[in-house]
T-cell receptor, first 118, second 109 residues
Framework: DAGITQSPRHKVTETGTPVTLRCHQT?????MYWYRQDPGHGLRLIHY???????DKGEVSDGYSVSRSKTEDFLLTLESATSSQTSVYFC?????????????????FGSGTQLSVL | QKEVEQNSGPLSVPEGAIASLNCTYS??????FFWYRQYSGKSPELIMS????GDKEDGRFTAQLNKASQYVSLLIRDSQPSDSATYLC?????????FGKGTRLHILP
C-alpha cells in the first residue's frame, strides 16, 4: 500500500483555537485530498490539490484552509475550530494520470484523524 | 441535490445470496466511477473502478455503469459475512472525487 500518514491520529481542542492536520505521502502522487466523515454524511470533500501550490475547494470548505508547499505534504488548517468541525478527517492521494486512455485515480487513504472540538 | 446519491441502508442479505448496491450521480461530465468498501473504524479501500458503459467483473464483484441513466451499481455474488461493511460510491467529475453517503451492508449468517 501507498505510504500515506496523517498526524496527529487524535486531537482534542477548544472552540476558537486554530488546528493544523498534516498529511504526508511518500509515493510522489500528484493529487491529494482532505475529506471529513460524519455519521449520516459519508465522506465529504473539503479541499484538494492537483500539484504544489495548486489547490481548490470541495463541498464543505468554509472554515478550512489548505497549503501544499511540497509534493509530499498537504496541510489542513481549521482557522478557528468550532464544535461542528468535530469529525474524522481522512487524507487521500492518487496518481490521477491517464494510462492507456484510462485515468488511474485510485485513492490511497491515510488512517484518519479523530478531531474533537469542545 | 447531492452530487452522488446512495440508499444508506442497512441492506440485509442472507449469506450466499447476491447483494445489489445502487448509486446515482448528477454530473453528466463524470468519467470515472468507483466503489470503495469501508469497515467500521477503518479507512476506505478501493474494490472496483469502471470507466465505460456496461459490466466489469472482478471475482465475486461486478460493477455496472449506465451513463445515459447516470447510474452505477455493484453486485456481490455469494455474499460472505466478511462482506459486511459500508460501501461508498465515488464519482470523478474533473479533478475531484466525490463520494456518496454510503450503504451499510449486513450479511446474515
Amino acid at each position: 500500500d501507498a505510504g500515506i500518514t496523517q498526524s496527529p491520529r487524535h486531537k482534542v481542542t477548544e472552540t476558537g483555537t486554530p488546528v493544523t492536520l498534516r498529511c504526508h505521502q511518500t509515493e510522489n502522487h500528484r493529487y491529494m485530498y482532505w475529506y471529513r466523515q460524519d455519521p449520516g454524511h459519508g465522506l465529504r470533500l473539503i479541499h484538494y490539490s492537483y500539484g504544489v501550490k495548486d489547490t481548490d475547494k470541495g463541498e464543505v470548505s468554509d472554515g478550512y484552509s489548505v497549503s501544499r508547499s511540497k509534493t509530499e505534504d498537504f496541510l489542513l488548517t481549521l482557522e478557528s475550530a468550532t464544535s461542528s468541525q468535530t469529525s474524522v478527517y481522512f487524507c487521500a492521494s492518487s496518481w490521477a494520470e491517464k494510462v492507456d486512455l484510462v485515468a488511474n485515480e485510485k485513492l490511497f487513504f491515510g488512517s484518519g484523524t479523530q478531531l474533537s472540538v469542545l | 441535490q447531492k452530487e452522488v446519491e446512495q440508499n444508506s441502508g442497512p441492506l440485509s442479505v442472507p449469506e450466499g445470496a447476491i447483494a445489489s448496491l445502487n448509486c446515482t450521480y448528477s454530473d453528466r461530465g463524470s468519467q470515472s466511477f468507483f466503489w470503495y468498501r469501508q469497515y467500521s473504524g477503518k479507512s476506505p479501500e478501493l474494490i472496483m473502478s469502471i470507466y465505460s458503459n456496461g459490466d466489469k467483473e472482478d471475482g465475486r464483484f461486478t460493477a455496472q455503469l449506465n451513463k445515459a441513466s447516470q447510474y452505477v451499481s455493484l453486485l456481490i455474488r455469494d455474499s460472505q459475512p466478511s462482506d459486511s461493511a459500508t460501501y461508498l460510491c465515488a464519482v470523478s467529475p474533473a479533478d475531484k472525487i466525490i463520494f456518496g453517503k454510503g450503504t451499510r451492508l449486513h450479511i446474515l449468517p
